[in-house]
T-cell receptor, first 112, second 117 residues
Framework: GENVEQHPSTLSVQEGDSAVIKCTYS??????FPWYKQELGKRPQLIID?????GEKKDQRIAVTLNKTAKHFSLHITETQPEDSAVYFC???????????FGKGNQVVVIP | DAGITQSPRYKITETGRQVTLMCHQT?????MFWYRQDLGHGLRLIYY???????DKGEVPDGYVVSRSKTENFPLTLESATRSQTSVYFC????????????????FGNGTRLTVT
């Protein structure tokens, strides 16, 4: 089955700086890689996703890059703001199963 | 996403009691999921359903029962609650898959915080 790991578990950044979170996966056949953001006390919400036929995708201040050879994908947040403080989860499909495997999450803290 | 609602938002129950968490979606999504969220464990899948009357186990199904008689509803029942089932439970839904690997976004409900005393 798919094994998804996220690093670092906690990341503190100064407001305005960039944050990068890395996610590794084990199934080389996985073809869909989403990132979810969960603010304190709220539900996880999809913020960006990427498919295996694309190397990078951007949406305003966030971007996701995919390295299929190394089996990892990363979330990039530029010009961080206090509202970016949250837990971020990555996920990847489980082989042969119609469900996603989630990482344990990264706590991002933006220091004003 | 107002299209998926969970009830109740908060529930306190005693060990050994049966409790049912409700989940309702208005999008007619084929897939529905139940996750539990615990500190240090992230999101773990309990059960999922590909369509009405089709359910399957996830990573941590023991102690839970699900049913899906209608596409829009996917209740989760704890038959005899234990303290280890104290958690935040999230229901989610998604559209039909396009191929054998999962590639549709999940839409989560607001969650139910369950405390078993």
């Amino acid at each position: 089955g798919e094994n998804v790991e996220q690093h670092p578990s906690t990341l503190s950044v100064q407001e305005g700086d960039s944050a990068v979170i890395k996610c590794t996966y084990s199934d080389s056949a996985s073809n869909y890689f989403p990132w979810y953001k969960q603010e304190l006390g709220k539900r996880p919400q999809l913020i960006i996703d990427i498919r295996s036929n694309v190397g990078e995708k951007k949406d305003q201040r966030i971007a996701v890059t995919l390295n299929k050879t190394a089996k990892h994908f990363s979330l990039h947040i530029t010009e961080t703001q206090p509202e970016d403080s949250a837990v971020y989860f990555c996920a990847a499909p489980r082989e042969g199963n119609n469900r996603l495997a989630f990482g344990k999450g990264n706590q991002v803290v933006v220091i004003p | 996403d107002a299209g998926i609602t969970q009830s109740p938002r908060y529930k306190i129950t005693e060990t050994g009691r049966q409790v049912t968490l409700m989940c309702h979606q208005t999008w007619s999504h084929s897939y529905m999921f139940w996750y539990r969220q615990d500190l240090g464990h992230g999101l773990r899948l309990i059960y999922y359903s590909a369509a009405a009357d089709i359910t399957d186990k996830g990573e941590v199904p023991d102690g839970y029962v699900v049913s899906r008689s209608k596409t829009e509803n996917f209740p989760l029942t704890l038959e005899s609650a234990t303290r280890s089932q104290t958690s935040v439970y999230f229901c989610a839904s998604s559209e039909s898959l396009r191929d054998r690997y999962y590639n549709s976004p999940l839409h989560f409900g607001n969650g139910t915080r369950l405390t078993v005393t």
